[in-house]
């Protein structure tokens, strides 16, 4: 979804994954035409998936780990994961990443939800409705339809 574009009718709900700004205008001014409240301004912007939230968590797993050994061995493991170097803490956060993304693609958990940015407002062109007017609706002149007064 990143470099996805998305249009709006009134700023706030958004819909549509277009490749190009160009696109979702277009899309914008389509709708804009077919509602029933044609809005005076459309909004396109870019979309942002939202982060799925699996980095970050090898600090924790480590002191998870290390609290539960202690819970179990008492001070006999109080040393237990104190060492951990910030390399091989990158590299663990590294790894759990991978697995936690993979885990969410293959149980189809990844986020649907998304932020909007770089929003343009395009103003909509007002609808002119030309009337044909038939040889039968024309006045020809005035008075002189036979009354009386």
């Given at each position: 979804m990143v470099g996805k574009y998305a249009f709006s009718l009134n700023g706030e709900h958004y819909r549509g994954g277009f490749d190009s700004r160009e696109e979702a205008?277009?899309?914008?001014?389509?709708?804009a035409r077919r509602s029933p409240d044609v809005p005076q301004t459309v909004f396109v912007g870019r979309r942002v998936p939202g982060d799925t939230k699996a980095s970050g968590h090898a600090r924790a797993v480590l002191a998870h780990m290390a609290?539960?050994?202690?819970?179990?061995?008492?001070?006999?493991?109080?040393?237990?994961?104190?060492?951990?170097s910030k390399s091989q803490l990158d590299s663990l956060d590294g790894m759990l990443e991978m697995v936690i993304l993979g885990w969410l693609e293959r149980n189809e958990l990844m986020p649907?939800?998304?932020k909007?940015?770089?929003?343009?407002?395009?103003?909509?062109?007002?609808?002119?409705?030309a009337r044909a007017v038939s040889e039968a609706e024309e006045v020809h002149e005035i008075g002189g339809g036979g009354y009386e007064m």
């Open positions: 205008v277009a899309e914008a001014m389509e709708a609290a539960r050994a202690r819970e179990q061995f008492d001070d006999a493991a109080s040393n237990y994961l104190a060492t951990v649907t939800f998304f909007m940015e770089a929003i343009g407002e395009y103003p909509v062109p007002s609808i002119t409705i």
